[in-house]
């Protein structure tokens, strides 16, 4: 029995979420090796095939973050935000770039947002993790300028 999924909407090509989450799996895997160029390579593509998903553009945002290019990381954040604002998952990633770049207001601001906006959502979860570890003095790591 062929299996049936919805295509991806925005999608420059017709997709199925099984091929989507195959490109992103492969731009993690990459980047879990360190193999940033390639990583970068498969999601700049995905990217390009999915304009309009937010899961591409936090893994693009991942990618950044993981090599400390944070300002790069945040635009990604943001633009996975502006494609779903009714998302906690990028709010929580901008709230935690944020607290890496020392902006610890902002930051606060973002992850508080991110569980207003969707409380039983992974990035309530994530964001509610932030805060604990910014509670107990593990965020921001040391170095970070303190705004």
């Known amino acids: ?18 091929e989507a989450m195959f490109l992103l799996e492969a731009g993690y895997l990459w980047m879990d090796m360190g193999q940033f160029e390639k990583a ?42 502006r494609l779903a604002p009714r998302s906690g998952l990028p709010r929580a990633h901008v709230g935690e770039v944020l607290l890496f770049m020392g902006k610890v207001p902002e930051a606060m601001r973002e992850l508080q947002a991110a569980i207003d906006v969707e409380p039983e959502g992974d990035g309530a979860k994530l964001a509610k993790a932030l805060i604990e570890a910014k509670e107990a003095g593990a965020l921001p790591p040391q170095g970070s300028a303190r705004k």
């Open 40 to 81: 970068r390579d498969v999601l700049a593509g995905t990217a390009a095939l999915m304009p309009r998903s937010e899961a591409v553009q936090i893994a693009l945002g991942t990618l950044e973050f993981a090599q400390g290019h944070h300002e790069k990381a945040l635009q990604q954040y943001r633009a996975a935000q």
């Open 1 to 18: 029995m062929a299996e049936r999924s919805t295509e991806i909407q925005g999608s420059l090509v017709p997709m199925a979420r099984r």
